[in-house]
């Protein structure tokens, strides 16, 4: 009798966990060509450079084609904000990780100022290159 109440109370847990999941509607948005810009290299003689393949993480899937309309506004605004990176963030992981959240705040921003909403949930780095 145990089991079988420990058995209904987990299927009820799992089903109800599986609706909301199944409520969500996230979807990635990745921008085509790969990101690659320049950053600040303190040595003049080596021009470093960063190739970054990007995916939006969407809160809402029906936003895509806004997000592809206003991709060029995205890309500069990334573009702008490595072309602005030191080398040695660049190529750190908290470095890396602060500039991905500098990216995160910017694209929201940007979209929030276009759209009046806020359609950007997380920004990912799947393809980070550096020289």
């Keep these: 009798m145990r089991y079988i109440a420990a058995f209904i109370l ?3 847990f799992l089903g109800a966990n599986s609706k909301v999941y199944a409520a969500s509607n996230f979807g990635y948005f990745g921008f085509e060509p790969d990101i690659i810009t320049n950053y600040i290299n303190p040595s003049a003689k080596k021009l470093g450079y960063v190739r ?9 899937m029906e936003n895509a084609e806004v997000v592809e309309h206003h991709s060029p506004l995205l890309r500069d605004a990334i573009v702008e904000i490595f072309s602005k990176e030191p080398e040695d963030r660049v190529k750190s992981l908290t470095g890396r990780e602060e500039i991905r959240q500098k990216c995160i705040d910017k ?4 979209l929030k100022a276009e759209t009046g909403q806020e359609i950007v949930h997380d920004v990912l780095f799947t393809k980070y290159l550096y020289n």
Excluded at 107 to 110: D, S
């Design 10 to 12: 987990m299927c009820t």
């Design 52 to 60: 970054i393949t990007v995916e939006l993480m969407l809160k809402d």
């Design 107 to 110: 694209l929201k921003e940007l």
